[in-house]
């Protein structure tokens, strides 16, 4: 059964709101706040392992403040411990969605997985066009399971690809559009979220008729992605289109509610940077 809205993520919801006000309400002052809205829609699997699709619609809300705290949709709320040399640091909370049972065929039975906070830990380090990634995030509720994930990723414009524009000129007076972004990621994922969303227990192989299964923590997926990020209006407004590939493996490719090893996503956004 799901838990009634938990009233001790309200403090977290109280900072995001107050933080977007104090952004909006201080706008003017452009040396210290870099705000960017907007919206679009997330084409993604039902739920990991789904064989079904669904379309999100999601709001896109990204605030920094003196390049310190921020607030986006990838890293929560925010603040960057360390920013030198290439090397970042920072530590937030973020979202984590809910999966029902509701979902899909497969998951009858199974329960809901609540919504939660989950506090995260991310480094970067950026060299060229090119930067590396890597984070923990621990769920605070939910499944309660921590997750690693490191990848890289790189952004550059599409002039420096067909040759109208000199690797030398790409890093001055910023990154300019139409640009393009490719990334690749592997996950790792500890026994509590294996259990979770991928492992069935007694009362509910006895639910939804699975036979039982005991995942144990190991890598769960690879990531593939590739966008293009259209500039216009001198960089107020932006498009980002985006396309993913996850396949899953080991322990989690082999639960008996997976339906689709390997799942493709999408998504188009539009925002304006004030």
Partial sequence: MRNPPAKKYMPILFLVSLFAWL????????????????????????????????TRALPLLGITWKDR??????????????????LAVSAGVGYVFARDESDGDALRGMGDIDETAAANLN?????????????VSRHLGGSE???????????????????????????????????LKLGASATWADGAYMESYFGVNPAQSSAS??????PKAGFKSVDFEVGVIY????????????????????????????????RFSGGLFLSYRF
């Fill in 145 to 179: 399971g921590t997750l690693v994930k490191a990848g890289v990723g790189a952004i550059a414009p599409l002039a420096l690809l067909n040759g109208r524009m000199k690797p030398q000129d790409s890093g001055s007076g910023g990154l300019k559009g139409p640009l």
């Fill in 69 to 86: 705290v921020f607030l986006n949709p990838r890293d929560g709320l925010g603040v960057r411990l360390y920013d030198e040399g290439g």
């Fill in 231 to 262: 500039l216009f209006a001198d960089g107020h407004w932006a498009v980002n289109a985006q396309a993913g590939y996850s396949q899953l493996l080991g322990d989690a490719a082999d639960s008996p509610i997976v339906r689709d090893e390997g």
């Fill in 209 to 214: 008729g699975h036979p039982r299964y005991e």
């Fill in 123 to 135: 480094l970067k380090y950026g060299f060229g066009l090119l930067a590396f990634r890597a984070g």
């Fill in 23 to 54: 952004a909006f309400a201080e706008a003017g002052e452009r040396g210290d706040w870099d705000i960017r809205i907007g919206a679009g829609a997330r084409y993604v699997a039902k739920y990991e392992g789904s064989d079904e699709m669904k």
